[in-house]
């Protein structure tokens, strides 16, 4: 009797790591398949949406200028903007020579796929000032709706202390709601309030279309 168990036991033995090894090669297999289709789903949702993107750009502008930003592992990474947009980091920028309104200028900006540019950073102020005309103003996207010191960027982007550039003794004037960037002598852009309901050119900003 013991000669008989003695074999089955050996099976049994055997049968157990076969079949661990077994239920993780499917659980591997299983893990690629999902990892896999996600890839797939994110990478048409990310081409659906440049698409679209790309759509409406095209209704608003009659060509677009890319230029190559770095490599993925298997392709040339290219950012894209208007022909008559200027780029910068990752977006695009349009000095409006069209005097109007704050609201208009930011609505010009909107019909065509941006808003009212939104500075965040020193080197941005420094790009954006290079293609101005020191003989005029331009609307930004900063404003005063409340007319009690709390300035907010028209896209939500927190109003940061450190990342102000206004001229001195500005803003002084709580009834002077909106923002521009305007040259002052001795030889200095920087940001003044002034009345939303004056004309001014603009600056608009958007987002890159990256391909």
Request: with cysteine.
């Amino acid at each position: 009797m013991v000669q008989e168990g003695q074999p089955q036991g050996g099976e049994k033995r055997v049968c157990w790591p076969l079949r661990l090894w077994s239920v993780a090669v499917i659980s591997i297999l299983l893990l690629s398949t999902c990892f896999i289709v996600s890839c797939v789903v994110i990478y048409q949702f990310t081409g659906d949406k440049s698409d679209k993107r790309l759509s409406e750009l095209y209704t608003y502008h009659s060509g677009l200028t890319c230029f190559s930003e770095g490599t993925r592992v298997t392709e040339k990474i290219w950012g894209c903007c208007p022909s008559t947009w200027k780029s910068f980091g990752s977006s695009c920028y349009f000095i409006s020579i069209e005097q109007n309104f704050w609201t208009r200028s930011e609505q010009n900006c909107v019909e065509m796929g941006g808003h009212l540019v939104v500075i965040n950073t020193e080197a941005e102020q420094n790009f954006i000032v290079q293609q101005l005309n020191e003989s005029f103003s331009y609307f930004v996207g900063l404003s005063d709706p409340q007319g009690d010191g709390s300035w907010q960027w028209i896209d939500h982007t927190p109003f940061k202390k450190n990342v102000r550039f206004w001229h001195p003794n500005e803003p002084n004037f709580s009834e002077e709601r909106c923002a521009s960037i305007v040259f002052w002598n001795p030889g200095r852009w920087g940001w003044n309030d002034v009345f939303c309901d004056t004309n001014r050119n603009s600056i608009c900003e958007m987002k890159k279309i990256y391909l």
